[in-house]
């Protein structure tokens, strides 16, 4: 039996400014059945209240900024545990600087023990110079997430943080340590913070690469929408399988899971 959900948002709940049928049905099914839910994103830049402004501008309601997680949180909380008092230097938005500053880091440009990238629209070389340094220099290299493009609005995409990474990565020699999807720490992450087991948890996504893949390897169950990224025909590529398969969320019914 399902106890807790943890649900990605992009391709299952909206595509960009619009709202998938059902995803309203389901959060209000979520928010009556009482389950402990929290929906995630690998996105480092939105804040939970950005979160929680964007589904209310799309009509979802009821939602508190409890119930997100994003890579730029899981990035913090992570080293955090690893490290309770450190110093970073960040490529990165307001989100990921937030974040960090939230569990007592410090920004630093004098040997800092991390250097952290997220998306950035201000990247530049100087950034990229100062990065390579530090990391040259022992600091440890962290990313929030790989994702290598963003879909923009009204089709297309644009640079994302795994396109920094790489740029960084290809001047240091040096791999970073990505937190967010398909690494499974995310979803491990997010269950911690509702304080229930992984193999109680369903894990909804739209991609078989990281959402299913990732609750898969965290101990979760898994169920597929197809109404983002990954289709039927995908699944069979991969060498393992969501639980269930669903055209979108509006047809999940937690009392029969
Ligand atoms: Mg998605």
Redesign the pocket.
Known sequence: MVKSVIS?????IYRGKQLIPGANEFIQRLLSSKLPFLFLTNNAEQTPLDLKLKLEALGIHGLTEENFITSAMATAMFLHSQKERATVFIIGGGGLINELYNVGFSISESKPDYVVVAKSSSFNFDQMKKAVRFIDGGAKFIGTNPDMIDPVEGGGSEPAAGTILAAISAATGKTPYIVGKPNALMMTLATRKLGVHPEDTLMI???MDT?IVGGIEAGMKTALVLS??SDTEMIRQFPYKPDYVFNHVGEIDFTLL
Do not use: A, L
Request: charged share 45%; net charge negative; glycine share 28%.
């Open positions: 990605d948002m992009d391709g299952v996504g739209d991609r959402d983002g990224v």
